[in-house]
């Protein structure tokens, strides 16, 4: 059964280039020096962190949930 994961590309403002994060699976972090790139890079880091957990017996999480981007304005 299919599972999907949202990925989160942060811009690296002092580089070129994007780290990317995926909440529903702790420590699963990659980057890429273009969005597409990162985001290619993602799919290979979620399918590896997935790959360790199955070889190891733990469980593969879940996303219950989807990540919300909030803006809040200081003055």
């Known amino acids: 059964m299919a599972k999907t994961y949202s990925i989160v590309l942060l811009p690296d403002a002092e580089e070129v ?30 399918d590896v962190h997935i790959e360790g957990s199955r070889r190891s017996g733990d469980p593969v999480p879940e996303e219950s949930m989807r990540p919300a981007i909030v803006e809040y304005e200081v003055a």
């Open 17 to 46: 280039g994007y780290t990317v994060l995926v909440p529903a699976l702790p420590g699963c972090i990659t980057e890429g020096d273009t969005a597409d790139e990162a985001i290619a890079n993602a799919h290979e880091a979620i």
